[in-house]
């Protein structure tokens, strides 16, 4: 779990639960899915994503990677949004949305790591392709000043391909998709004969892999050949928590119809 010490001090006198988000961001989704479905009083700290209100100093103090979310608890800072789904689980046991069997908890797991390990090499290349990279443009400064305080590695390689005019190829969408079409048969093939990704109850998967769909379905991805996989997405989306803490937030964010005035 990659608890840190921010670098910005004013957030460790911070009290109760304080979440950095972004209305569009699936990794923020799914931690304001889980506060939501626990019934856990939180408060919003969103970041614009178009504005670059993520790429500052006082942000990179809090996240040193620059993404959202960033969870702060009573001045503790937790990033990494799968992590924050664990200690939110953890820390608030009154309901709770992981699992109590041994061999349960490894499959958990399991599916909580491919959510991570996706997450920029399918995830985030295929809507850069489709949808981000023409929206979330820098200017000179703006790259310049991420150049300075990014120190991710594979952050840098990520959107080293998307400044100095360059951009995601036709390739880099071609082997994201690949990638979650591969993992999404393994979910559609957990999916037969049962209701959730982990059975028969709803859980931490359900909750970490609903609102990547959401962000992918944004892009035009092909979910046709995983009919348990939009089954179980129907479901999800009459959940009012999900329709509150995904569907609504993306609503106020409408890329596409910005996308739409820049074509």
Not at 47 to 52: H, I
Not at 216 to 231: A, C, I, K, W
């Amino acid at each position: 779990m990659v608890m840190i010490t921010p670098t910005n001090a004013a957030v460790r006198s911070l009290e109760g639960l304080h979440l950095y988000h972004s209305a569009r961001s699936n990794c923020s989704a799914r931690v304001r899915l889980l506060l939501d479905e626990k019934h856990l009083d939180w408060t919003s700290h969103a970041l614009d994503l178009l504005k670059k209100e993520n790429i500052s100093e006082e942000y990179f103090g809090i996240n040193p990677k620059g993404l959202v979310p960033a969870l702060v608890h009573d001045g503790t800072v937790i990033i990494e949004s799968n992590d924050i789904l664990v200690y939110l689980d953890e820390t608030f046991p009154e309901t709770r949305f992981g699992v109590a069997r041994e061999d349960d908890r490894a499959r958990l797991d399991t599916w909580l790591q491919k959510s991570t390990d996706l997450h920029i090499p399918a995830i985030k290349t295929f809507q850069y392709f489709k949808m981000n990279a023409a929206l979330l443009q820098k200017t000179q400064a703006e790259e310049d000043l991420y150049w300075k305080l990014q120190k991710d590695p594979d952050l840098r390689a990520f959107h080293g391909k998307h400044s100095g005019g360059k951009t995601f190829t036709s390739d880099d969408a071609a082997a994201a998709v690949e990638l979650l079409n591969g993992v999404f048969a393994e979910i559609d093939q957990a999916l037969v004969g049962h209701e959730w990704m982990m059975g028969d109850d709803y859980s931490l998967a359900d909750i970490s892999w609903g609102p990547s769909m959401t962000t992918l379905l944004s892009g035009g991805f092909d979910f046709s050949p995983f009919p348990h996989v939009e089954r179980w997405y129907d479901a999800l989306c009459q959940r009012p928590e999900f329709d509150k803490a995904v569907i609504q937030w993306r609503k106020q964010a409408n890329w596409e119809k910005l996308l739409k005035k820049q074509g």
